[in-house]
């Protein structure tokens, strides 16, 4: 074997096609875990550029909130409203040392804050202004203003006093004026529309800058604060990456109509990090071709075995190819599949041809009924039977080869008559070789009348007579009902076995004594032995009416009687009835009416059955009571089902969860799910929540079935139910 191993074509197919498989398992696995990779590293990424514009945006908006904490604080300083007066009543309060506090009253508030650089209190009605430096006028102080460089236009304070709203308490939608080094915040100080006192705060743009440095990830490139129209009023650049790979977010202010625009370097993820991650990827390659050749080698072994025996009991020729000794026995195979189906066909239609026979002999009962509902033939008990038999009269000089040839000719022609006897009636069957004869059954949807019978009839026998064969035919008289094919056969039968005349076409008057076949005596202790007895009732009915039809004489009552009697005695001795139940037997009366001895076989019966049926039911009841006991010792078992209960009781599964339910008082799934629930109910509160240790304890295969089947039972979800009841929610 080793030497053809690796020059088989076979087995190269073989191996590239695991080699092929595992590459591509391979490939799709690296495919899917990369882009899972990559999508947690893109989602960690987008959570890491979130956090840091939640940051940023918060430390820009406490900036805010601290310049706007000036304007409040001096909004509530007494010296301001003393000085808002337009009377000099306070003017007193306001000496030169006065003064001085105020200034260092300001100082020490630019100094109490890291972004705060300077602050002007402006009172344009008194043409003055008010800073840490000191007191000026409104010109000096735009002057103050340009030589430290804290504004650049002439007409900043022009501008300041024809702006409304503020910051304080009606904060502005933008900052009065930006420089390269400070932003202006503006805040009256009054709530008139020409305010007489107004707050100007100068914010230092390089604390803002550093602040923003030291909160910023090594991700963050830039922050850019605009106002609402889109202008820039600060630009902060960390680093200046190729513009594709810069991401920004935008986020509002929360003290102002400002909009922060951060922008995030982002870093391309590599398909894996680090060498490690490629030397995985050769191993798995290495060891996937290793096992490709292993199973190509071991798939090969038992086929190469195969092919030597192939040659050897088929003789082709394996050097050939495998493929054509493959091929071979394929092509054996399907021959011999053709001649199993139709050996199905053959043995289907035997199985049907037997079913029809039981209806003609009359033995049937309910389970083969259903089984002929799932078969070939239609016969219902809804619809009206007849059966046609047909004697073929032979020629005593022909040949025994002779009289089979003309047999097979007799059963074709006959079986393309009963075809266009389907064509014109609802449904025809024909049956060969019943006890010697053959039977055509013919179904109506109404009682037929004898003339249409005797013309069917009739058309057979010109049919055959056409194509040269002598017959007779015997027309049973119809009846409805499964039980009425039996009848009409029965009557045919015995009418062709009596009738001595020369009559071609007979129509069935049988010159019976009474009827009582052995078919149906034989189905009516069976069904006594087994307590039905609506079938024993059914079947008594039958007999009733045959015999009703018959007008019985006196003597053939009694004979009728008799038979009934011994046959129901014969049951119940053979099912060993107690001497108190064989006692209430009534003894036939010579002088009997013929509906008195079937109302006397029926109440005789109905003892047996119900003593059959008793018998039965505590049969039953042992079973219950150890089918119930079964359940709760195995109540926790993950096996457990009425499958297994069946197999267990050797039952099926219907009856088990009927006798269950007639047990339990409610159905199988519902009792066990009640009591497996239960005991989860006590390990919650005692365990804690670790859902999948207490679903195996209490039987169930999986953490997701106990999860479902308790929220459906109590209403709520495990973990809920634990904290609710003081279990401990968090447990695992």
């Keep these: 074997m080793h030497r053809s191993v690796l020059h088989s074509k076979s087995f190269q197919r073989y191996f590239l096609t695991y080699a092929a498989i595992f590459a ?24 890491q550029r979130a956090l840091q514009t939640e940051k940023i945006s918060t430390q820009l908006d406490d900036m805010w909130k601290s310049a706007g904490s000036v304007g409040e604080l001096l909004n509530n300083s007494s010296w301001v409203e003393k000085y808002k007066s337009n009377t000099d009543v306070f003017d007193a309060d306001f000496d030169l040392v006065s003064r001085q506090e105020i200034s260092q009253t300001l100082q020490n508030v630019c100094l109490s804050s890291t972004v705060v650089q300077d602050i002007g209190v402006i009172y344009p009605r ?16 735009q002057t103050f203003l340009q030589r430290r ?30 420089t390269p080094d400070t932003l202006v915040y503006v805040s009256q100080l009054d709530i008139l529309d020409s305010p007489r006192a107004i707050a100007v705060i100068y ?31 600060m630009q902060l650049t960390l680093a200046e990456p190729d513009p594709d790979d810069v991401v920004t977010m935008q986020v509002a202010s929360r003290n102002m109509l400002l909009n922060y625009v951060i922008s995030f370097e982002n870093q391309r993820m590599p398909f894996m990090q680090g060498a490690g991650g490629y030397l995985l990827i050769s191993g798995v390659a290495v060891l996937s071709m290793l096992l490709a050749y292993a199973l190509a080698k071991m798939q090969y072994s038992p ?35 053709e001649s199993l189906k139709k050996m199905v066909t053959s043995y289907q239609q035997t199985l049907n041809r037997q079913q029809v026979v039981q209806l003609l002999r009359g033995y049937f009962n309910e389970d083969v009924a259903r089984l002929m509902q799932g078969s070939d033939n239609p016969f219902t008990e809804n619809f009206v039977y007849a059966v046609l038999v047909l004697q073929r009269i032979k020629d005593n000089r022909e040949s025994p080869d002779e009289q089979a040839q003309e047999s097979a000719r007799y059963i074709v022609i006959l079986q393309h008559i009963v075809e266009k006897l389907c064509q014109e009636q609802n449904h025809c069957e024909l049956v060969e070789q019943v006890d010697g004869n053959t039977a055509v059954i013919i179904e109506f949807p109404a009682m037929p009348d004898r003339d249409a019978l005797m013309a069917i009839a009739e058309t057979v026998h010109a049919a055959l007579a056409e194509q040269d064969i002598e017959s007779r035919a015997f027309v049973g008289r119809p009846c409805r009902g499964l039980a009425g094919i039996s009848t009409s056969y029965q009557a045919a039968v015995e009418t062709m076995q009596t009738d001595t005349g020369h009559h071609t076409v007979v129509y069935a008057q049988p010159q019976m004594e009474y009827y009582y076949p052995i078919e149906w005596e034989s189905r009516l202790m ?53 001497p108190e139940l064989l006692a209430e037997f009534r003894e036939p009366h010579p002088a009997q009416r013929l509906e008195t001895v079937f109302a006397t ?36 078992d993950p096996e457990l089902s009425l499958k297994q209960l069946g197999d267990e009781f050797s039952v099926s599964t219907a009856s088990v969860s009927r006798i269950f339910k007639k047990s339990a008082g409610e159905n199988f799934y519902h009792y066990i799910t009640q009591k497996r629930i239960a005991r989860a109910q006590e390990l919650l509160l005692i365990q804690g929540y670790c859902p999948a240790q207490i679903a195996e304890a209490v039987g169930y295969d999986s953490e997701y079935s106990f999860k479902r089947a308790f929220v459906r039972t109590v209403g709520m979800a495990p973990r809920d139910y634990c904290a609710q009841n003081g279990g401990d929610p968090a447990a695992t």
């Design 24 to 47: 591509a398992m391979i490939f799709i696995s690296i495919l899917l875990l990369a882009r899972t990779t990559n999508k947690e590293r893109a989602r960690a990424a987008e959570q």
């Design 203 to 233: 914010l230092d743009k390089s604390v803002i800058a550093r602040q923003l440095q030291q909160i910023s990830g090594a991700q963050v490139c830039a922050v850019r604060i605009a106002n609402a129209a889109g202008d820039t009023r």
């Design 149 to 178: 460089h804290l504004v650049e236009t002439e007409d900043f304070l022009d501008d300041v006093l024809g702006m409304t709203g503020g910051f304080s308490k009606l904060y502005a939608d933008d900052f009065a004026e930006t």
């Design 126 to 141: 008194k043409n003055t202004v008010i800073t840490p430096q000191g007191w000026f006028d409104l010109k000096a102080y």
């Design 526 to 578: 069976t069904a006594v032995q087994d307590g039905n007895i609506i079938q024993v009732r059914s079947i008594l009915h039958h007999l009733y009416e045959e015999n009703r039809r018959l007008h019985l004489s006196a003597p053939l009552v009694s004979r009728i009687s008799l038979l009934l009697t011994e046959d129901l005695h014969r049951t119940a001795v053979a099912m060993d009835l107690a």
């Design 601 to 636: 076989a029926e109440k005789t019966a109905e003892i047996i059955c119900a003593e059959a049926a008793r018998r039965k039911e505590s049969a039953a009841d042992n079973v219950s009571r150890s089918l119930v006991e079964y359940v709760n010792t195995h109540i926790f």
């Design 303 to 337: 086929v190469n075995r195969l092919m030597r025996m192939l040659t050897a009991k088929t003789g082709v020729n394996s050097q050939s190819g495998d493929m054509d000794t493959i091929a071979f026995c394929i092509d054996n195979l399907f021959a011999d599949n």
